[in-house]
């Protein structure tokens, strides 16, 4: 079975046993050096404080370099907000909020656009159903509708160009 590693520089598909391999030798490769660390702190090559810092490197997961987003998903910061809007036309608000509720502590983007998004739909919510309850309204509905699927449509653009767009007359429930 093939599975897809996705490397900074290249795609490529390598072996299921091959990938459980190189994640075993990672690992080896981290107890070998925590080894090489308690033995300098044996010998007294380096002091305790220097032993417990270079631990935590090895054990604490790399951070993510600065435009790289904090997560693995093999997709850039704007198309995954851009990606955020567009889930819009599949579930209304429910996939962006959940995509908020699980990233917005990964990018301030993504804390950004997932409030926005949800501050426009229940905003607009509100509007269509006092709409919908005066006679006059039920006329404007469809417009609104229309005009709901342009706020999208350039919202989408606008992610996609790296910026942040607000949704006219959305009131601001998520600050």
């Not at 490769?29 to 702190?41: A, C, P, V």
């Not at 093999?74 to 889930?87: Q, W």
């Not at 417009?143 to 989408?156: D, L, N, Q, R, T």
Request: charged share 25%; net charge positive; proline share 4%.
């Amino acid at each position: 079975m093939l599975i897809f590693v996705r490397s900074k520089k290249t795609n490529r598909r390598i072996s299921k046993s091959k990938y459980r391999h190189l994640e075993k030798k990672i690992r080896m490769d981290t107890y070998g050096k925590l080894e090489q660390l308690k033995k300098l702190l044996d010998e007294g090559a380096i002091t305790h404080e220097e032993y417990e810092r270079e631990k935590a490197k090895l054990l604490t997961p790399p951070v993510s370099s600065p435009g790289q987003p904090a997560w693995d998903l093999g997709i850039d910061e704007r198309t995954f907000v851009g990606l955020m809007h567009a889930s819009q036309f599949l579930s209304s608000f429910i996939v962006p909020l959940i995509v908020w509720l699980l990233y917005k502590d990964k990018s301030a983007k993504v804390d950004e656009a997932g409030k926005e998004i949800l501050n426009f739909e229940i905003s607009y919510t509100l509007y269509i159903i006092v709409l919908c309850i005066t006679i006059v309204g039920l006329v404007i509905v469809p417009v609104v509708g229309i005009a709901i699927f342009v706020m999208i449509i350039i919202a989408i653009v606008k992610a996609l160009n790296g910026e942040s767009w607000k949704y006219p007359l959305t009131i601001r429930f998520l600050k």
